[in-house]
């Protein structure tokens, strides 16, 4: 393979891009179309990298710039990633055509779709931290201004909020980000990333680790660098949400996490704890949270928050069979949750509503969308034979090895979590497709083709990666982890728990016993009867009843609600103090920038526009900062 593919796999889509900046409004057809196949080039060439050698390609080839202006360097890790990178693009771009229908700046969102791959895949790429930084910074802004486009139910204070802690956050993790490998380049004298890998001794190296671990946790959502995406999932479109809290920026900062894991870094007994601890936290954590939501996109960014405790923990566990399934289960996330981004926007497109309690009764109208987000909300759930069961027994397979003393501390965490990520899609699921549908509905029906294909297609996936979890684990996971296909398999089997194929059997045996009792069932007649209670038939003993001969002539709200049960989580015992701080952002740690404002009112003050003023405080900071290196040395 010609190593100039890898500049096409990141400029192609940035070069049109910034083309589509130049379509007319009026050309709104082209511009969607544009968009959608300049995606699926991407997506061709990030499969041709993908299933060619490993390439080396630097700007020295260009003899007119440096060498480390530009370092790209495909590898077994980052090529199968830009694949998936360019896929999510390629069927965001599709889904958008009729979701993003009819809102403003879409002169902007197309565009930004390109950039951000493009920009991605030049992340993922780059073997030098300097271009690497670049390309990450432009995420961080193609982030802040998709949401600005908004949603079509948020207020322009809710947008403003939501982009502005997205900013603070990210950028904040960034700032970390850079901070670390300035430590780093420090410590190795070098900034290409393939030439580093050092012990984890000393505070400086402590320092770099914990550094850029933060840089990676904020663009991952993982705990404390997490709440720009539940403020995010009320501010941005839906299609937005799948495509960069949902998966983008899952699949660059596990990957940045597990370069630093697994290649910039030996770590010790202590730091792989550390991540553990913030993986078991983050699990439950954030799905406590989702359970009490009763807006559908909230509730999946939290479940996107608890999936990345399940990687981080898995990274944690130090062991091949558990960073191999962490690495697994940070595609199968991006995969499920994008598809479950795309049901709610489905669902939310045809009833102008996010909210829970105002939907119901759904499935029979949309059948599709409601298929997709049942295997899309199992495989998150952990149920086998879908993906996500695959990737989670191997994380706890990881844990058991791990020796730790009170590892099985963090299986019943791993486990609970599942469990309770289950039961909080029990409620999605009734409160969506089943149960009764309210009145002021009406009508509703399936979505158009191009938002059923990308569900269609990631609920497939969802199913074939979980009944041939062979397949990802040998082509995608294993050559990263350096272990081949029989091991894999005797991992996953395990003193027999579970085998794929006998497991799969035996599942869709089971279900089709179901579905003959169900058939059975509605064949059998079935009575029915006026609602009775306390007594009284509804309607009797009325203003209804008295004018109306006792029969209800107009509709009544009589539904059982989804969201009802989990409410009383809410005010059990040591559990409601704990949402009560968590709603008013006591867990926030943007909510910490309140206690930071009197620091800010001194620096405005020192800002008086004089340029000896600006340069006496770059000359002190250095003087600090190479004191600092001293001292760390």
Request: overall charge neutral; hydrophobic content about 50%; proline content about 4%.
């Amino acid at each position: 393979m010609n190593s100039a593919m890898l500049l096409w796999a990141v400029f192609l889509p940035i070069g049109t891009g910034v083309l589509c900046f130049l379509i007319p409004d009026k050309a709104k057809r082209f511009r969607e179309d544009f968009t959608s196949i300049a995606a699926l080039a991407s997506l061709i060439i990030s499969t041709i990298v993908f299933l060619g050698p490993d390439a080396h390609f630097q700007t020295a080839q260009m003899k007119f710039l440096p060498a480390s202006f530009l370092d790209f360097y495909s590898s077994d890790f980052n090529s199968f990633l830009i694949v998936f990178v360019s896929f999510f693009g390629f069927l965001v771009s599709l889904y958008s055509i009729k979701y993003m229908d009819g809102m403003k700046r879409l002169r902007e969102y197309y565009p930004y779709i390109l950039i951000t791959v493009g920009a991605a895949n030049g992340a993922l790429l780059s073997n030098n931290f300097l271009p690497f930084l670049g390309f990450w910074g432009i995420i961080l802004v193609t982030l802040f201004l998709f949401t600005t486009i908004g949603s079509r139910d948020a207020s322009p204070e809710k947008i403003f909020n939501a982009a502005s802690k997205n900013m603070l956050i990210l950028g904040g993790g960034d700032l970390a980000l850079i901070l670390g490998i300035g430590l780093l380049w420090q410590l190795s004298n070098s900034l290409n990333m393939s030439e580093i890998s050092i012990p984890l001794h000393g505070a400086m190296a402590t320092s770099s680790f914990i550094l850029i671990a933060t840089g990676a946790f904020s663009k991952a959502g993982a705990m404390p660098m997490h709440s720009w995406i539940p403020s995010m999932s009320t501010a941005a479109p839906t299609s937005t949400l799948a495509f960069l809290p949902a998966s983008l920026d899952k699949l660059l900062g596990i990957y940045l996490l597990a370069r630093v894991a697994l290649d910039f870094f030996e770590l010790n007994f202590s730091m792989n704890l550390l991540l553990m601890i913030i993986g078991g936290i983050t699990i439950i954590a954030a799905v406590m949270m989702a359970m009490i939501q009763h807006d559908v996109r909230k509730l999946l960014s939290f479940h996107a928050i608890s999936q990345v405790g399940y990687i981080v923990l898995g990274i944690g566990t130090g062991t091949t069979i558990g960073i191999a399934g962490a690495l697994f289960h940070m595609l199968n996330n991006a995969i499920f949750k994008s598809c479950l981004f795309f049901t709610a926007g489905a669902v939310e497109r045809r009833t102008g509503t996010a909210n829970l309690a105002k939907m119901g009764g759904l499935g029979k109208m949309m059948p599709l969308t409601f298929v997709a987000f049942m295997i899309a909300a199992l495989a998150i759930s952990g149920v086998p034979p879908l993906n996500g069961f695959v990737s989670k027994w191997m994380i706890y397979q990881g844990i058991i090895e791990a020796g730790i003393a009170q590892s099985w501390i963090f299986l019943i965490i791993a486990m609970l979590g599942s469990a309770l990520t289950l039961a909080s899609f029990v409620k999605v699921g009734h409160s969506i497709f089943l149960g009764e549908k309210p009145h002021e509905l009406g009508e509703v029906k399936e979505v158009e083709h191009s938002m059923k294909f990308p569900m269609a297609v990631l609920a497939l996936i969802c199913i074939v990666f979980g009944v041939l979890a062979q397949i990802p684990l040998l082509y995608f996971i294993g050559p990263v982890m350096g272990i081949s296909f029989p091991e894999i398999g005797a991992a996953i089997v395990w003193t027999g728990f579970w085998n794929p194929t006998s497991g799969t059997i035996l599942l869709l045996v089971a279900l089709a016993i179901g579905a003959l009792i169900y058939l059975a069932g509605r064949g059998m007649g079935m009575r029915t009867a006026p609602p009775f209670i306390g007594g009284e038939t509804i309607g009797e003993g009325t203003t209804n009843s008295l004018n109306r001969g006792g029969r209800l002539t107009e509709p009544h709200e009589t539904r059982v609600l989804g969201t009802e049960f989990y409410d009383t989580i809410r005010n059990m015992g040591i559990l409601k103090r704990a949402y009560s701080k968590g709603e008013t952002g006591s867990f926030d740690i943007y909510s910490l920038g309140k206690y930071l404002q009197p620091i800010g009112w001194i620096l405005s003050s020192w800002h008086n526009g004089r340029l000896s003023n600006y340069v006496s405080w770059i000359l002190w900071g250095l003087i600090v900062l190479f004191a600092i290196l001293a001292f760390i040395n």
